[in-house]
Nanobody, 118 residues
């Protein structure tokens, strides 16, 4: 099972950019489809972007399409999320994990907080 550690979050003004990183341990990383998820206060966790194990196919939620870009480096067991033109509604804790994600909570990382001020 992949065990992720997210980083790169912070406080940014609307219109700004951030790059999130996810270092994932586990022998299956390079063969796993990966996703970035986010959870805003009072809401459930939602899939924001995903990338196939080969990196050839990506998916984006409509709310972030054209602003976010997901990529991966299998040699480094790392997944990235480049976020541009950030909006206050992007404020959330961002997590990465396999896609589909595990049903067991202990396989989720701590996430990284992204706060976008208006």
């Amino acid at each position: 099972q992949v065990q992720p550690v997210e980083s790169g979050g912070g406080l940014v003004q609307a219109g700004g950019s951030l790059r999130l990183s996810c270092a994932a341990s586990g022998r299956t990383f390079s063969s796993s489809n990966m996703g970035w998820f986010r959870q805003a206060p009072g809401k459930g966790r939602e899939l924001v972007a995903s990338i196939r194990w080969s990196g050839t196919i990506t998916y984006y939620a409509d709310s972030v399409k054209g602003r976010f870009a997901i990529s991966r480096d299998n040699a480094k067991n790392t997944v990235y999320l480049q976020m541009t033109s950030l909006k206050p509604e992007d404020t959330a804790v961002y997590y990465c994990n396999t896609n589909p994600p595990p049903s067991v909570e202990r396989y989720w990382g701590q996430g990284t907080q992204v706060t976008v001020s208006s």
